[in-house]
T-cell receptor, first 118, second 111 residues
Framework: DTGVSQDPRHKITKRGQNVTFRCDPI?????LYWYRQTLGQGPEFLTY????????KSRLLSDRFSAERPKGSFSTLEIQRTEQGDSAMYLC????????????????FGPGTRLTVL | QKEVEQNSGPLSVPEGAIASLNCTYS??????FFWYRQYSGKSPELIMS????GDKEDGRFTAQLNKASQYVSLLIRDSQPSDSATYLC???????????FGQGTRLTINP
C-alpha cells in the first residue's frame, strides 16, 4: 500500500511565476481532492474529482488556479502568476468511492507540497 | 458562526490522563465526522471516523457523536507524549463529499 504521494514536497518561487504540483492517489481510489492549509488553520477545500470529472470547485479557487485529472489517475494543480498570498501547504487526498458513509468516504492525505512565494 | 468550531487550545494534559477534544458543527444535515491528527510540519493523518450517534472505540481513542446537539468529541485514554499534536475535526457538511475542517486543537501531553 503506497498511500497518496505528492511532488514536489517543497517549492520556492518568485511572485508572478507559474507552478504545477502533482498528486498520485491511492490506486483503487476514484475520488481525489485538493485542499490548501495556512499556518494555524485547518485545511480549506479547493476542488475534487471523481475519476476524470471535476465535480466541484471552491470559490477560493480563483481563475489563476486550474486542476486536471486527465486519465482519472494522477492529478495536477497549476497556479499561474503566483502571489505571496498563495504561500501555503497544498494537500491532496483521495477516497475510495462516492459512498456516503465511512469507511468508503474516508479521505487519506498525501504529505503535501509546501509553496513559498517570494 | 463558523461551520466547524474547535477550541484552538493549547490543551495541556498530564501523561496517563484522558484528553478530551470537542467540536461543534453548524449543519444538521451533516452525516460523516472525522478526527485527524497533525504533527507540526506534517499532513493530517486520519485516526477516527464516525457517522452514527453514540460512541466508537478504537484502541485508546473513542469518538462520540451527538447529532441532536451537533457535537462530536474525541477522547484519548492513557495519553502519551507522542499524542502531542494538533487534532482536526472534519465534517461532510450537508452530506457533500468535501470536508470542512475546524481550525484544530493543539494538544500537549506533559510527561
Amino acid at each position: 500500500d503506497t498511500g497518496v504521494s505528492q511532488d514536489p514536497r517543497h517549492k520556492i518561487t518568485k511572485r508572478g511565476q507559474n507552478v504545477t504540483f502533482r498528486c498520485d492517489p491511492i490506486s483503487e481510489h476514484n475520488r481525489l481532492y485538493w485542499y490548501r492549509q495556512t499556518l494555524g488553520q485547518g485545511p480549506e477545500f479547493l476542488t475534487y474529482f471523481q475519476n476524470e470529472a471535476q465535480l466541484e470547485k471552491s470559490r477560493l479557487l480563483s481563475d489563476r488556479f486550474s486542476a486536471e485529472r486527465p486519465k482519472g489517475s494522477f492529478s495536477t494543480l497549476e497556479i499561474q502568476r503566483t502571489e505571496q498570498g498563495d504561500s501555503a501547504m497544498y494537500l491532496c487526498a483521495s477516497s475510495l468511492t462516492s459512498g456516503g458513509s465511512p469507511p468508503e468516504n474516508e479521505q487519506f492525505f498525501g504529505p503535501g507540497t509546501r509553496l513559498t512565494v517570494l | 458562526q463558523k461551520e466547524v468550531e474547535q477550541n484552538s487550545g493549547p490543551l495541556s494534559v498530564p501523561e496517563g490522563a484522558i484528553a478530551s477534544l470537542n467540536c461543534t458543527y453548524s449543519d444538521r444535515v451533516s452525516q460523516s465526522f472525522f478526527w485527524y491528527r497533525q504533527y507540526s510540519g506534517k499532513s493530517p493523518e486520519l485516526i477516527m471516523s464516525i457517522y452514527s450517534n453514540g460512541d466508537k472505540e478504537d484502541g485508546r481513542f473513542t469518538a462520540q457523536l451527538n447529532k441532536a446537539s451537533q457535537y462530536v468529541s474525541l477522547l484519548i485514554r492513557d495519553s502519551q507524549p507522542s499524542d502531542s499534536a494538533t487534532y482536526l475535526c472534519a465534517v461532510n457538511m450537508g452530506g457533500a463529499q468535501k470536508l470542512v475542517f475546524g481550525q484544530g486543537t493543539r494538544l500537549t501531553i506533559n510527561p
